[in-house]
């Protein structure tokens, strides 16, 4: 059993800033990528920003110079750092990790169950 758990979303006011955390706990072997979507009201799910093992990462055009992804492999956890926050930033946000588990026999992807940010005046 793996469970991802989000947390630090929130209400901010534009140019405001928060700091997300995703921990992942249960019986894990291997972590692979770990990242971060979102999905606004009415629109598909996106996504935001990915980091692999060794630290590559990956972001998506809007969030490109504000957001910053990082993890600590040794607590199996992904952080998003979002500054400049706009209101097209407001969505809720979810972590997702690509997860070996003890005596599995392939990677599977994982969900946390989203955490709400909310950008506005």
């Known amino acids: 059993q793996v469970q991802l758990v989000e947390s630090g979303g929130g209400l901010v006011q534009p140019g405001g800033s928060l700091r997300l955390s995703c921990a992942a706990s249960?019986?894990?072997?291997?972590?692979?990528?770990m990242g971060w979507y979102r999905q606004a009201p009415g629109k598909e799910r996106e996504l935001v920003a990915t980091?692999?093992?060794?630290?590559?990462?990956n972001y998506a055009d809007s969030v490109k110079g504000r957001f910053t992804i990082s993890r600590d492999n040794a607590k199996n956890t992904v952080y998003l750092q979002m500054n400049s926050l706009k209101p097209e930033d407001t969505a809720v946000y979810y972590c997702?990790?690509?997860?070996?588990?003890?005596?599995?026999?392939?990677?599977?992807?994982?969900w946390g169950q989203g955490t709400q940010v909310t950008v506005s005046s």
């Open positions: 249960g019986s894990i072997f291997s972590i692979n990528t």
């Open positions: 997702n990790a690509d997860i070996w588990v003890v005596r599995g026999t392939a990677w599977y992807y994982y």
């Open positions: 980091i692999v093992g060794g630290g590559s990462t």
